[in-house]
């Protein structure tokens, strides 16, 4: 009797919301027991969930992966999807998968299963509650009973499936960026998508920068990396690109600029990456730089500044174009949808070969894989001296550094 007494002392001290997530963890697996013998010793249960920021060809690339795996397993399979990312994994928010889930979704953007940013830097750190949410996730995983989880994700949603590798889950993930900043893949599912967004937004801003004879600056995602830039920037004809990769002199664009007035050019177009830095801050600290712009002049952002500069050094009258969270959006783009289909295929052939701890790439045009340890917390920035530059460069396309 005292015994219990305590358990119940315990089990109530408990601030209420991690007392229901052990309620609900427990009684889901008492109303799905899971037991491969008592099936045959055939069901293959897995796990899937969709992590950090969405983008077009998340639904394309979870099709790949199940109807592969259901054309492998047909009904001696189990997919159970995680609410919103890793935090569904977290707080055991979990449903069942259908075979129809995953019809009609190779042309819908976004993700059926949601998404959320849980950063990886506060994985070890317990949640408001005191939850420790590392073991959170494999208490889930492990009374489940999941063969392996699929991850869909860039890269800190890479660094934390990599973490749960390291703690003894079997994981296969996939790369999922708008950036294509992943290291040990050529390319990213979702990248493409987003350039023809961020094109398609510059090719519309030529009508009306030519119309009003005005300096048009298109603000590109892109914080640490700028391919996405860079890629838009050239398929829509912009006059000046701007990228993390190369910091900029503001007098170097600002001539660009005159040039282009002096040879009777009405208008400008800048494809500026939204983490473009100029090369008087490149060489600032951290600190230093936030110390800079606490005490400077608060900008919306580097587009923003750059405008500014550039109508106080030119008289020029500049405007700025924010296609924001448009490039994340609308349905994945014909490549895409190839793309996803093959690294989807790919890993389900992962998981039949029980080949675990690795990402799904793409080396020289063909799909293959890597070890999730030599992928997390690299990233895959662009050359300075790339070829692709180079060739910008030789057709007239100015990046402010020369």
């Known amino acids: ?61 979870m099709r790949g992966v199940a109807k592969s795996l259901y054309r492998m397993y047909d009904d001696d399979l189990e997919i159970i ?11 055991a928010d979990y449903h069942m998968m259908k075979r129809t889930d995953f019809s ?46 699929v991850v869909l994700g860039g890269n800190g949603s890479q660094k934390t499936a990599n973490l749960l590798r390291e703690e003894g889950l079997n994981i296969v993930s996939l790369p999922k960026t708008i950036d294509n900043d992943l290291w040990g893949t ?11 967004v961020a094109t398609n937004a510059i090719d519309c801003i030529h009508t009306t920068a030519a119309s009003h004879g005005r300096v048009f600056i298109v603000e590109v995602m892109g914080h640490k990396v700028g391919a996405l830039t860079l890629h838009a920037g050239i398929a829509g004809g912009a006059d000046i690109i701007l990228i993390p990769e190369v910091p900029y002199d503001i007098n170097i664009v600002v001539e660009a600029l005159r040039e282009r007035n002096r040879k009777g050019k009405r208008f400008s ?20 730089l936030k ?10 952002s580097v587009a923003y500044e750059l405008g500014a500069k550039i109508e106080e050094m030119t008289g020029q009258e500049v405007r700025v174009t924010v296609p924001g969270h448009m490039q994340r959006g609308g349905e994945p783009c014909p490549y895409d949808r190839v793309l996803s289909t093959r690294v989807g295929a790919a890993a ?19 799909v293959d894989k890597v ?32």
């Open 1 to 61: 009797m005292p015994s219990i007494q305590i358990c119940f002392q315990v089990i109530f001290s408990l601030p209420l919301e991690n007392l229901c997530i052990i309620i609900k963890m427990e009684f889901e697996n008492a109303i799905e027991p899971y037991n491969a013998e008592e099936r045959n010793g055939k069901m293959m249960r897995v796990g899937m969930l969709t992590s950090g920021g969405d983008c077009q060809s998340l639904n394309a690339t």
């Open 81 to 91: 999807g995680f609410e919103d990312g890793y935090k569904g994994l977290i707080y």
């Open 104 to 149: 009609g979704i190779l042309t819908e953007g976004g993700t059926i299963l949601g998404t959320s940013r849980q950063p990886f830097k506060l994985m070890r750190v317990p949640d408001e509650n005191g939850l420790d949410k590392v073991e959170a996730m494999k208490h889930t995983y492990r009374k489940l009973k999941l063969e392996c989880l």
């Open 186 to 196: 050529e390319m990213t599912f979702g990248f493409q998508s987003a350039v023809n």
């Open 269 to 288: 177009i800048l494809a500026v990456a939204e983490g473009a830095i100029s090369k008087e801050d490149a060489k600032l600290s951290k600190k230093e």
């Open 291 to 300: 110390e800079k712009k606490k005490n400077g002049v608060v900008y919306p």
């Open 348 to 366: 389900a052939k992962l998981i039949q070969e029980k080949t675990y701890g690795y990402m799904v790439c793409i080396k020289n045009g063909e």
């Open 371 to 402: 070890p999730l340890q030599e992928v997390a917390g690299r990233l895959k920035t662009v050359d300075p001296k790339s070829a692709m530059i180079k060739e910008a460069k030789m057709v007239g396309i100015c990046f402010g550094d020369e």
